[in-house]
T-cell receptor, first 113, second 112 residues
Framework: KNEVEQSPQNLTAQEGEFITINCSYS?????LHWLQQHPGGGIVSLFM???GKKKHGRLIATINIQEKHSSLHITASHPRDSAVYIC???????????????FGKGTKLSVKP | GAGVSQSPSNKVTEKGKDVELRCDPI?????LYWYRQSLGQGLEFLIY????????KSGLPSDRFSAERTGGSVSTLTIQRTQQEDSAVYLC??????????FGPGTRLLVL
């Protein structure tokens, strides 16, 4: 079983729809990242969070430490949101290194006009 | 200011050759990370540098892989005796300590 699981693997939505991508993890973490990888391959860090909720524009990220679960929400989705969204956790179980991120396999989002 | 840059952007090499990949982090970022993304696969951690501390090499897949960071800035990832399974996009990221990581555009490596 992967330590970081994302769902769904693929998601197709119509422009304007509210989108939720889920991430569950099985290790103790000190932080969780949401990344966006564009079709050209470039990666942008969207959020880093360790508790609660963060909002940036139409994007909202939440985390529930007790349930080991995080969600990424996109409101009023747009075709330019089409990308792969990747969840990654910084585990506390790897000798204290701050660098060893464990990645989910990503959720491929396609937003149709 | 400039973001993270990597060079070359693409590299094609023959099996058995050595390759060097370069990463220029954002100025002032103390942390530098190397990741690998194989075709159709997820991201994989390789190595992490933080300031003057010993690097975390726990993600390096074999002793053919090594990396160094000179002067706390530029980093070079070296792959010796490349194999076809080394073909991947190699990504570098930098950050202030324990802050959001900024990714470079990656180096696409193809080993023939």
């Amino acid at each position: 079983k992967n330590e970081v699981e994302q769902s769904p693997q693929n998601l197709t939505a119509q422009e304007g729809e509210f989108i939720t991508i889920n991430c569950s993890y099985s290790v103790g973490i000190s932080a969780l990242h949401w990344l966006q990888q564009h079709p050209g391959g470039g990666i942008v860090s969207l959020f880093m969070l360790s508790s609660g909720k963060k909002k940036h524009g139409r994007l909202i990220a939440t985390i529930n430490i007790q349930e080991k679960h995080s969600s990424l929400h996109i409101t009023a989705s747009h075709p330019r949101d089409s990308a792969v969204y990747i969840c990654a956790v910084r585990s506390m179980d790897y000798g204290g290194s701050q660098g060893n991120l464990i990645f989910g396999k990503g959720t491929k989002l396609s937003v149709k006009p | 200011g400039a973001g993270v840059s990597q060079s070359p952007s693409n590299k094609v090499t023959e099996k058995g050759k050595d390759v060097e990949l370069r990463c220029d982090p954002i100025s002032g970022h103390t942390a530098l990370y190397w990741y690998r993304q194989s075709l159709g696969q997820g991201l994989e951690f390789l190595i992490y540098f933080q300031g003057n501390s010993a690097p975390d090499k726990s993600g390096l897949p074999s002793d053919r892989f090594s990396a160094e960071r000179t002067g706390g800035s530029v980093s070079t990832l070296t792959i010796q005796r490349t194999q076809q399974e080394d073909s991947a996009v190699y990504l570098c990221a930098s950050s202030p300590l324990q802050q959001t990581q900024y990714f470079g555009p990656g180096t696409r490596l193809l080993v023939l």
